[in-house]
């Protein structure tokens, strides 16, 4: 099992954290990227160049290896297919994928299954948009989302009047009712291939005040018994339905009114759930290669209320990165710093995050709101 050969689609710093947590075990793991200076390169068994949305790449990648897993899931699922097809371990599994990496038929996923989500329309271009506004049967305000290719909030956008118009995407896209959020929460589910699953704690994003930004995550959430079983229970149905094997990231609001929506799943270790690194008895990147391994599932239990705070590239600086700050958080007892190694900052990119222990979770947020103001990525 442990002589296995792993390979991994994409080579930043969720895979980079898997290769970390892999360290001890010895692992074999080979990444496919694009360039050598990618937060995976300097510490992986093998680091093959390459795209992974290339059909012959992953082929040619893959033909060489006993498992496969993503840490991106926007890879050359044809490829995966074949690779299946010829007996390769692949989780999560290319089916899933298919149905993942577009946001239409994700949102037609959720409808068949009954799992509440935003009533949503289906468009192939924005003239079909703009025609729908003209005779009246669309209304403001509404979300347009492309379905397929969107990250981190690009493919988002939140139209409120004729004004924002301009944001429309002239692609294939859905339109979404636009949610009253009171809460923005993520899930995690880890299924295995005899299909036993587990959950982890529940995370909460809080919002800067003024500026509509995630200031920080933090776990135990704030929510109430009954709306985390119900959140739980979501995700242990929607792991179910889709037959996934591997990890998987349910992005959730709670509205004003108390009700449960999914957003958005990713399928693979996810930005939202790094405090478990620290936080929990067994990671989500410890997770996945467990998984990967067929080994049983590790507890996911929550060892101590966790913080997290992702470091992104200040405004107005491109170029070689330097650090500011990063002593005096060095030097404070729970504080654990992840820094990716990528050597250029742009604004807004993800640089590392930072995860503050603490058994008082009150204490912890104070000490991320600090530390924000301390340390920051410049050029
Ligand atoms: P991405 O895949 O780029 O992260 P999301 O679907 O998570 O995109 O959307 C980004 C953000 O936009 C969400 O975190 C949420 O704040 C807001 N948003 C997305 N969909 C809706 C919606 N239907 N109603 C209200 N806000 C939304």
Request: charged residues 25%.
């Amino acid at each position: 099992m442990i002589g296995k050969k792993i390979g991994i689609l994409g080579g930043g710093q969720l895979g980079r954290m898997m290769l970390e947590a892999s360290m001890p075990l010895n692992l074999d793991i080979s990444v496919l990227d694009a360039a050598y200076d990618y937060p995976s390169a300097p510490i992986c068994s093998k680091f093959i160049l390459g795209d992974f949305t290339n059909y012959e790449d992953v082929i040619k990648f893959g033909s060489e290896l006993d498992v496969i897993s993503i840490e991106i899931e926007s890879v050359n699922v044809e490829a995966l297919e074949v690779l299946e097809a010829k007996g390769k371990t692949i989780y999560p599994q290319p089916s899933v994928l298919k149905i993942i990496n577009d946001k239409g038929l994700q949102k037609q996923f959720y409808l068949d299954n009954n799992i509440p989500t935003a009533p949503v329309r289906f468009y192939n271009d924005k003239s079909e948009i703009l025609s729908e506004i003209e005779n009246g049967t669309l209304n403001y305000p509404f979300v347009n989302k492309l379905r397929k290719g969107g990250y981190d909030g690009r493919g988002v956008s939140i139209v409120k009047s004729k004004d924002d118009l301009n944001l429309l995407f002239n692609a294939p896209t859905i339109i979404e009712e636009r949610i009253k959020i009171d809460k923005e929460i993520a899930v995690m589910v880890a299924r295995t291939r005899e299909g036993k699953m587990v959950t982890y704690p529940i995370v909460e994003m809080e919002f800067h005040p003024t500026a509509n930004l995630v200031e920080f995550l933090f776990a135990p959430s704030d929510l109430s018994k009954q709306i985390e079983n119900q959140a739980t229970a979501l995700a242990l149905k929607i792991a179910e339905k889709l037959d996934i094997v591997g990890i998987l990231a349910i992005e959730m609001f709670i509205d004003i009114s108390g009700n449960v929506i999914v957003n958005e799943m990713a399928p693979r270790a996810h930005n939202s759930m790094h405090f478990t690194i620290e936080g929990c008895r067994t990671s989500q990147f410890m997770q996945l290669l467990r998984i990967l391994l067929g080994l049983e599932l590790g507890n996911t239990k929550l060892l101590q209320p966790s913080v997290m705070i992702n470091l992104l590239g200040e405004e107005g600086y491109s170029g070689l990165a330097k650090y500011e700050g990063i002593q005096s958080a060095l030097e404070t007892d729970g504080v654990h710093i992840h820094l990716y190694g990528k050597p250029i900052t742009k604004p807004k990119r993800k640089m590392g995050h930072i995860t503050i222990v603490n058994q008082d979770l009150e204490k912890a947020k104070d000490m991320a709101k600090e530390l924000k103001e301390i340390i920051k990525v410049k050029a």
